[in-house]
């Protein structure tokens, strides 16, 4: 079992920075891609940015030069720091991890942590 855990959440001003965690436990040798992903009230949840195991990122063209995601291979810990937040980026972020490895030769998909509030309202 793979379990993935949110923390960082909350009520900020805009213009404001907050900085999300996810950490990874369970039987894993290691992740390919983890994400971030956001989803607001009556919307589809929508890829907010990605990091490879290798450090290729992939933002959202709504977060660009305002949100860097970054991991810590050996905490299994995937970041996301929020920095000049509007209010469009309200909502549940949830951490994906899409393919990782069991084992050297066993492949599991698809896993999603809880999610964790985000508001940013004044």
């Known amino acids: 079992q793979v379990q993935l855990v949110e923390s960082g959440g909350g009520l900020v001003q805009p213009g404001g920075s907050l900085r999300l965690s996810c950490e990874a436990s369970g039987s894993i040798f290691s992740i390919e891609t983890m994400g971030w992903y956001r989803q607001a009230p009556g919307d589809q949840r929508e890829l907010v940015a990605s990091?490879?195991?290798?450090?290729?990122?992939n933002y959202a063209d709504s977060v660009k030069g305002r949100f860097t995601i970054s991991r810590d291979n050996a905490k299994i810990t995937v970041y996301l720091q929020m920095n000049s937040l509007k209010p469009e980026d309200t909502g549940v972020y949830y951490c994906n991890v899409e393919r990782l490895r069991t084992s050297p030769h066993g492949v599991s998909y698809n896993y999603w942590g809880q999610g964790t509030q985000v508001t940013v309202s004044s």
């Open positions: 990091i490879s195991e290798g450090g290729i990122v």
